[in-house]
């Protein structure tokens, strides 16, 4: 079925590869960046054809909520309709908490945490009445992890991650979906560019310094093959009960579990201290009303997906 897909960091980087992938499989696309001579580069014929959906670009700050709205309703305007929303847009800053300064961490998390929450929330009025479309976006494995020098581009991730598990909560009985991707390194232009190596305390030179001398220009740090990563998405874009997280490349499989692992360890050893605080005669916590609210979630598997969500994707199609 062809449908409308909306990228956002279309203008380079594994954006420009989800556009082309996209296009080639029949979708129409509108392509968004705050970047308009990258965007530019994206009418070239090598992106467009007989065989391929329509291309329109339009460029946006995702950190100007009414720029976002524009452009949505762009993609409906031109399209007359809406159905897979991608962010891939980013940035990343490096420093230590102390030496990175306040415009660069406001920028970092404005950029990749409040990008994320204004994409959605003007693309939710769209797709909330058709029941039906699928959010995905493109995050980090650093989501997960506390890497020193990361800290402005890891706590918006951390903060991403949790904000998609929430939102595919919300919408998984509406019968739309939301997906966020923990990719490892992925080699593009951006990952080439040189880590700042200079200005940092040297107290930081163990943690921070290490970490930029280790990660600059290294393979194995740039395992990811965004050509591939982009096929991976049009699949789970086809997926009847996709997941709120997905690792993406052996990096981001490998650690995964392990941080998981640490954590775990950690809260056994300390779990008396933490059942200590709790005020005396409660009942047990994992028989209340609440433990099944809170419960952490549980993506629908076989047949327990709500009819509505493809059935509804075919009633409504042009």
Do not use: C
């Amino acid at each position: 079925m062809r449908e409308t897909w909306f990228i956002a960091g279309a203008a380079g980087g594994l954006g420009r590869h989800l556009v082309g992938t996209a296009l080639a499989a029949g979708h129409d696309v509108v392509a968004a960046d705050i970047d308009a001579g990258g965007l530019s580069e994206l009418k070239a014929p090598a992106l467009t054809g007989s065989s391929t959906g329509s291309l329109v670009t339009t460029e946006v700050d995702l950190t100007d909520r009414l720029t976002v709205d524009r452009a949505v309703q762009q993609a409906v305007t031109v399209f007359g309709r809406l159905d897979v929303v991608i962010n891939s847009a980013g940035y990343r800053g490096v420093g230590s908490v102390e030496d990175m300064g306040e415009g660069e961490w406001r920028h970092t998390i404005e950029t990749n945490l409040y990008g994320s929450i204004h994409l959605v929330r003007a693309a939710l009025p769209v797709l909330r009445p058709r029941r039906s479309g699928h959010f995905i976006q493109i995050s980090t494995i650093g989501g997960r992890r506390a890497q020193p020098g990361l800290a402005a581009y890891q706590t918006a991730a951390w903060a991403v991650g949790g904000f998609f598990e929430i939102l595919a909560r919300e919408l998984a009985p509406i019968g739309i979906h939301a997906t966020v991707l923990e990719p490892g390194g992925i080699r593009t232009a951006r990952a080439d560019r040189p880590l700042p190596t200079e200005g940092r305390q040297e107290e930081y030179e163990p943690t921070v310094g290490r970490f930029a001398r280790t990660y600059q220009r290294n393979p194995d740090v740039q395992r990811g093959d965004p050509a591939k990563i982009a096929e991976a998405v049009l699949r789970l874009t086809a997926e009847p009960n996709p997941p709120a997280r997905l690792l993406l490349g052996s990096d981001a499989v490998w650690l995964a579990p392990r941080i998981a692992a640490a954590r775990a360890a950690e809260d056994a050893t300390w779990r008396d201290l933490s059942l200590s605080t709790d005020r005396a005669g409660l009942p047990d916590f994992t028989g209340t009303e609440v433990a099944r609210m809170v419960r952490p979630y549980q993506p629908m598997t076989g047949g327990t997906r709500p009819a509505h969500t493809t059935e509804q994707r075919k009633r409504t199609a042009p």
